[in-house]
């Protein structure tokens, strides 16, 4: 999909799509049914957001002017016409202005797409220790007992590819995921995820003492 100065859909959300990411979503507001079935009728993308200040529900929200679109995997509609979907991120985009929210959410936006790149040696072996530490991390919370990614989870070869998904499966929070995609250098983006991981796996060892009383068994 072409995107540059084209007005689209958009959907503004408490949560941050990365590229490559699978994202569930539940439509029951009208305006948003509405997109959805734009959207299949005509096969074309809407554009996710993070909502800066506001709520998703009834509009008047504070939107982040980077996003990534998002294609429609699968679709289901319940008898009172509500939407099950799963939608997968495709590329970044940048609103360059929002128009009239007639009948859902719309603003023109363009291409934020991420420069070239080359992975080094070093990139490359920093990205395996981040594929690491976010294995580990996720075992670690999973002895916590919270609900996260499966420590076992394939994680792609490719370098980019494998920061965006860790940046999708890591136990950060969507301020953190923002700021991955805003991120335009991948040994950058990989540094930030690092330290975000690092200090998600610090909040999960404080929770783990409070809980037993005592030390890690790793």
Known sequence: MTVDGKTIPMFPLGGVLLPGALMPLQVFEPRYRELTTHCLAHDTEFGVVLIARGHEVGGGEVRHDV?????????????????????????????????????????????????????????AKRVRGLKTLTRRTLALGAEAGLQLTPATVDLPDDAAAAVWRLGEIAPIGPQDRYDLLCCDHLDERAEMLARFIAGAREIIEFRLKTDTGGGLGA
């Open 67 to 123: 996003g990534c679109l998002a294609r429609i995997r699968k679709a289901a509609q319940t008898p009172d016409g509500r939407w099950g979907l799963l939608c997968e991120g495709t590329e970044r985009i940048r609103v360059a202005d929002w128009v009239a929210d007639d009948p859902y959410p719309r603003a023109i936006v363009e291409p934020h797409r991420v420069p070239d790149h080359v992975v080094t040696d070093d990139l």
